[in-house]
């Protein structure tokens, strides 16, 4: 299945909490910081962390692209 929004919860994650979450560089992985994001890398925003195991997952339908 294919998520839109809503949670997922796993033992693998140790976010911090209330922290945003963006797309990686690393196929198929979160991120909570973008500085190591490279220039000409695209910023997007995907979700929250809700707790260290759980994020609140609904993508911002923007992005921007790091200078």
């Known amino acids: 299945g294919v998520l839109l929004r809503g949670m997922i919860k796993s033992k693998a994650y140790s976010w911090v909490t209330g922290a945003p979450l963006y797309v990686s560089r690393n196929l198929g992985t979160f991120t909570q910081s973008v500085t190591t994001l490279l220039q000409g890398d695209y910023v997007r ?14 993508p911002e339908p923007t992005w921007i692209l790091k200078s």
């Open 45 to 58: 925003l995907v979700g929250h962390a809700i707790s260290a195991n759980t994020i609140y997952f609904n």
